[in-house]
């Protein structure tokens, strides 16, 4: 009787290990996208967080050269992962999120960071203009004409941290404006095609002090989409993912968890 009642008792141990192997293995991947004026190291501290809690991270490259274009690549990232995915974008990444989730079916949901959800038809700079309280344009340098056709866009370095990381030390919001990675003038003004948000579920975080996109924007954008949840981070900067990486990795994990 006791060794039946042992056998059963590793039975019961094992059965549970197994339940929980299982429930580690489902775990979604998380791909990550930046927006414009920054790069994959604005997620450093959001990875971090997610990586410490089990979560496997990508993050993808956006060329910042257009949408749909854009979408492509980050669409070829999702579909070589293998169990489903949350897609995260930050900024004009949250357009191009938007287009890359059209038709793939392991994308489970999509979290925007302080981001664009464009209907059908609207763009970055339009949806910009709709509200006020964006001081980026005065901030930009005069456009670097590209051999190819087009114009890339930078933040003056000077004034890049009052503008896009006010929230961010400002030794740190230095080398990020050194280190900006500068966007197609054209993908700015390109209209989304595929919305995804439509049929994904969608969760938004962003700052109440963001001076590129107005909170305003960003509050409209979440309601149209049916957010399951907005954080609105009191006194953050575009940048939120940076200055409150905690954050912005637990509305994520809400959104891996949810069924």
């Known amino acids: 009787m006791k060794k039946l009642m042992m056998r059963g008792g ?31 190291a604005s997620w450093n501290g959001v990875i971090a967080v997610l990586e410490r809690d089990g979560y496997k991270v990508i993050a993808a490259p956006n060329n ?17 992962v293998t169990g489903p995915v949350v897609l995260v974008g930050h900024s004009y990444g949250g357009s191009v999120i938007s287009e890359a989730a059209e038709g793939a079916g392991n994308v489970k949901a999509l979290v925007y960071v302080s981001a ?4 059908a038809g609207e763009s970055a700079i339009g949806l910009t203009g709709k ?3 964006s001081t ?17 866009l930078y933040i003056q ?11 961010v030390p400002l030794a740190s919001a230095r080398l990020m404006a050194a280190g900006q990675r500068p966007i197609a003038e ?33 509050a409209f ?9 907005t954080v609105v981070v009191k006194g953050a900067s575009h940048v939120v993912m940076v200055s409150h990486a905690m954050e912005v990795a637990g509305l994520i994990e809400k959104a891996a968890k949810a069924p």
Request: hydrophobic share 45%; net charge negative; proline share 10%.
């Open 10 to 40: 590793l039975m019961l141990a094992a059965g549970m290990m197994a339940s929980v192997a299982q429930a580690q293995a489902v775990k979604p991947t998380v791909v990550l996208v930046h927006g414009a004026f920054a790069d994959s």
């Open 64 to 80: 910042l050269r257009g949408v749909r274009a854009d979408a492509d690549v980050v669409a070829d990232v999702v579909k070589s």
């Open 116 to 119: 664009f959800a464009p209907e």
């Open 131 to 133: 509200f006020p309280g």
């Open 136 to 152: 980026l344009g005065p901030t930009l340098a005069p456009p670097v004409k590209l051999s190819s056709g087009g114009n890339d």
């Open 157 to 167: 370095q000077d004034r890049f941290p009052a503008q896009f990381a006010a929230d």
């Open 186 to 218: 054209a993908a700015l003004g390109e209209p989304e095609t595929a919305p995804a948000w439509k049929h994904t579920p969608s969760w938004f975080i962003y700052g109440d002090a963001d001076r590129n996109i107005p909170p305003a924007a960003m």
């Open 221 to 229: 954008m979440a309601q149209r989409a049916q957010s399951r949840q």
